[in-house]
């Protein structure tokens, strides 16, 4: 059986985050063919053309955990109608130098919680725009614009049962995307 590795990219570096909550919740849905790393993006620099040249020991780790994944899975807040900073610097890091991205034909797909009502849409709409520029084929559905509520999540940190026949369907349907973009 063919084993997948794929690499969790977290949005916030917040420790009790919604969005790290989902992103260990959901994984447990997946098959176990699928392994997740969950990639650390808080001790990275803030990006700078000037370092391409002799990046952080930090940044050479995540274009390294990147290009060893099969996949990826984007888990992001939104903050003020737009991903976090952290994100987009750690998009940055490993898309750089130009014509190096570690990011490049990676499949993935694109999650997000929220208080609000809409969930991180907007973060999620902006997160996939650049993800096209980089050429990471993203998963289109089903969308995924999740409030934070109650019944999201057991007592034990899984998906809650008001809430797991919709990312059963989810993971479902981003495993099928992962092996159909790394066959």
């Known amino acids: ?33 699928f392994t997740f790393k969950h990639l650390d993006i808080g001790d990275l620099p803030l990006y700078n053309q000037d370092d391409d040249g002799n990046p952080a020991d930090s940044v050479k780790r995540l274009k390294s955990d990147v290009r060893a994944a099969q996949g990826l899975l984007f888990v992001t807040p939104e903050y003020n109608r737009s991903l976090p900073g952290v994100l987009k610097n750690a998009l940055d890091h490993a898309s750089r130098p130009y014509g190096q991205s570690a990011w490049t034909g990676k499949p993935a797909g694109v999650l997000g919680v929220s208080v609000g009502t809409i969930g991180t849409a907007i973060a999620q709409q902006h997160l996939r725009t650049i ?19 109650d019944g999201l999540f057991d007592e034990s940190g899984n998906i809650g049962m008001e809430s797991k026949a919709f990312f059963q369907g989810w993971i479902d349907r981003y495993v099928a995307w992962i092996k159909r973009h790394t066959a």
Do not use: C, W
């Open 1 to 33: 059986m063919r084993h997948y590795h794929i690499a969790v990219i977290v949005g916030s570096l917040r420790k009790a985050s919604f969005n790290r909550s989902l992103a260990s919740a959901i994984i447990k849905l997946a098959p176990s063919e």
């Open 131 to 149: 993800l096209a520029y980089l050429d990471v084929p993203t998963l289109g559905q089903p969308e995924a614009f999740v409030q934070a509520k």
